[in-house]
């Protein structure tokens, strides 16, 4: 069966994202937009992840524990795991692979930490939005060793994009999908991108406001509705964990 | 000017060994999107880059450019090193900055 997702959504821990991007906000507001799952991926940090999914859990969402991954080419890439261990596991590597830089929350935002109330329990002082050391083939292996699904994001934009830093999709990356931003027009895409073809794409929202996040407009077929079935669609190579 | 000797105005060292054949160096070119390098980089261009990820050499291969210059002491993997070596593209790597490159590239003449 087909199911409504966004698999790119950041919270207030993100500098960038709006204060308002709490766990119950954006848990309700994928309700209200009547997604069935939803991903939330922060810059380089899964420090959220435990709030929003208990806040999904309660209202029925499901819920995918993931991070936006920046590699040490400068790409950005949606890393998703099976549960919110594996998430914690993939953050305490990407924190020693961060360049140790406080967060200036003049310029690029506060980093907020909440629980599952929205209350404010901490901030991230290290700053978050940098390239870590990790390649993405490390990256991507590290994710695989988890269980997780890597998705290179927004790869029809300018920057941050694993088309545009590299060029073009290295070999020996196992990916399935590739992200799509919100306003790509997908068949175009297509067209300027034939040797792409292989690859499915899922347009996510990117969301750094509650109003991005996306309506039902991306599906993603799936055995059943639950975070395994959205890893297992993703990647592959699931089956080998 | 050709590639050894741009590496030696540069005090660079060849990280890919002696080149199989010596190639003229035809211009310069500085960038860090791939996909950018591979519009707008002309032939016979040597190419400074801080990126040392294995998709350099396909980009130097497939706008067949003189040579890849990795600036600021920044180390290699040896897996793109191999595979420069296997396609036969000279990397050349100096501590100097893109600037200092190119400013030496300059009164090179190139």
């Keep these: 069966m087909k199911y409504a997702v966004d698999l790119h959504i950041h919270s207030a821990l993100s500098p960038c994202a709006d204060k308002d991007m709490t766990p119950n906000n954006i848990v309700n507001m994928a309700k209200i937009k009547g997604l069935d799952v939803i991903a939330l991926t922060d810059h380089n940090s899964c420090a959220n992840l435990k709030a929003v999914s208990k806040c999904a859990e309660r209202s029925g969402l499901v819920f995918v524990p993931g991070m936006e991954l920046e590699t040490s080419e400068e790409v950005h890439l949606i890393c998703l795991f099976p549960d919110v261990a594996a998430a914690v596991e993939m953050q305490c590597i990407v924190y020693s692979a961060l360049p140790h830089m406080a967060n200036r929350d003049d310029i690029f935002g506060r980093q907020l930490i909440m629980d599952e109330t929205d209350r404010v329990i901490a901030e991230e002082s290290r700053m978050l939005l940098s390239a870590t050391a990790l390649t993405s083939e490390e990256a991507y292996s590290v994710v695989r060793r988890l269980g997780g699904a890597v998705i290179p994001a927004h790869v029809d934009r300018p920057s941050n994009s694993i088309l545009a830093n590299l060029g073009f999709i290295p070999e020996g990356l196992g990916l399935k999908y590739l992200e799509l931003s919100k306003y790509c027009d997908r068949v175009h895409f297509g067209v300027v991108h034939p040797e792409l073809g292989g690859y499915g794409t899922v347009i996510s929202s990117d969301a750094h406001d509650l109003g991005s996040i996306l309506e039902r407009e991306t599906f993603l077929e799936l055995s059943e509705l639950s975070c395994d079935a959205v890893i297992g669609c993703l990647s592959d190579l699931y089956k080998f964990r | ?110």
Aim: charged content about 20%; overall charge negative.
């Design chain 2, 1 to 110: 000017m050709n590639v050894p000797e741009l590496s030696e105005k540069l005090g660079a060292r060849i990280l890919t060994g002696e080149p199989a054949q010596v190639i003229k160096v035809e211009g310069m070119y500085c960038c860090d999107l791939l996909s950018w390098v591979m519009s707008y980089a002309k032939k016979g261009s040597a190419w400074i880059t801080v990126h040392t990820h294995l998709n350099i050499v396909a980009v130097a291969t497939l706008m067949e450019l003189s040579c890849i210059i990795i600036p600021d002491g920044i180390e290699v993997d040896e897996t793109t090193i191999r595979k420069a070596v296997k396609e036969g593209v000279t990397i050349l790597g100096t501590k100097l900055s893109a600037y200092e490159i190119c400013c030496v590239a300059h009164d090179c003449g190139i």
